[in-house]
């Protein structure tokens, strides 16, 4: 991930794999500013939609830029095509033309055309095409603890974590749990991670990103363990 002040780009692949790789880069980067998960999903499918359309029709480079505002998130990519992107019809049986309508309806209508330079590659030009997510970012520390339990059950899924289940746990709470006996409290303005009930460490919100990568890495040393039938797997790899 490459950052200037807030804003965020990255060079892709230059290949049919950047469309993959830009919806990664997409959600790893709107879940760290705080958006609901419906959002970040909003946000990652107007990327693969743009992505997709400049590696079939543009010119290479490809580069994704990620713009959080005061009134929404800007999303852009850009290459070095001269076209106008152009919609077209499609039926229920048609399995292209759906791109600029999917970026259009994702974006509230507000997409469109731009002469843009590239921030990974200096001194070159390109076009961008670019669409706002009609929502301002948040901070993490700003969560509640249910888009916040829902956030987290989310990141690690796409981290490849199985059997992430996010629960209420009473009126103000959700629970986290993963596999192995752990479960992650979402508290009103923090995270208590719990292994067998105990709480080994608290953690703020804007901590969630270091909470996802802790849990990826316990659960990746407790599994283990737990294959080979170790004793006291649960209790190995605390943040």
């Known amino acids: 991930?490459?950052?200037?002040?807030?804003?965020?780009?990255?060079?892709?692949?230059?290949?049919?794999?950047?469309?993959?790789?830009?919806?990664?880069?997409?959600?790893?980067?709107?879940?760290r500013l705080g958006l609901e998960v419906g959002l970040v999903d909003d946000g990652v499918a107007i990327v693969g939609e743009l992505v997709a359309n400049a590696v079939v029709h543009g010119r290479?480079?490809?580069?994704?830029?990620?713009?959080?505002?005061?009134?929404?998130?800007?999303?852009?990519?850009?290459?070095?095509?001269?076209?106008?992107?152009m919609g077209r019809s499609a039926n229920l049986r048609s399995p292209?033309?759906?791109?600029?309508l999917v970026v259009s309806a994702y974006s509230g209508a507000n997409w469109g055309t731009a002469a843009a330079a590239y921030r990974s590659?200096?001194?070159?030009d390109g076009k961008a095409v670019w669409a706002v997510l009609p929502r301002r970012p948040r901070q993490l520390d700003d969560l509640t603890p249910e888009p916040a339990a829902h956030l987290l059950q989310r990141w690690l899924a796409r981290r490849?974590?199985?059997?992430?289940?996010?629960s209420r746990s009473d009126g103000r709470s959700w629970l986290v749990s993963v596999a192995w006996g752990c479960t992650i409290s979402c508290l009103p303005g923090k995270l208590a991670w719990r292994t067998d009930g105990d709480i080994d460490?608290?953690?703020?919100?804007?901590e969630l990103p270091d909470v996802v990568d802790h849990l990826c890495q316990?659960?990746?040393?407790?599994?283990?363990?737990?294959?080979?039938?170790?004793?006291?797997?649960?209790?190995t790899g605390r943040p």
């Open 1 to 31: 991930m490459t950052s200037d002040n807030d804003d965020l780009f990255w060079l892709l692949s230059q290949d049919q794999s950047a469309a993959s790789q830009a919806r990664a880069l997409a959600w790893e980067a709107l879940a």
């Open 60 to 85: 290479p480079p490809a580069e994704l830029q990620v713009r959080p505002g005061s009134r929404g998130v800007k999303l852009l990519v850009i290459d070095r095509g001269t076209g106008e992107p």
């Open 96 to 100: 292209n033309g759906r791109g600029l």
């Open 121 to 124: 590659i200096a001194n070159l």
């Open 160 to 166: 490849g974590l199985r059997d992430v289940v996010a």
């Open 201 to 206: 460490r608290v953690f703020a919100y804007r």
């Open 218 to 235: 316990w659960s990746s040393v407790a599994g283990e363990q737990a294959r080979r039938g170790s004793p006291g797997s649960h209790r």
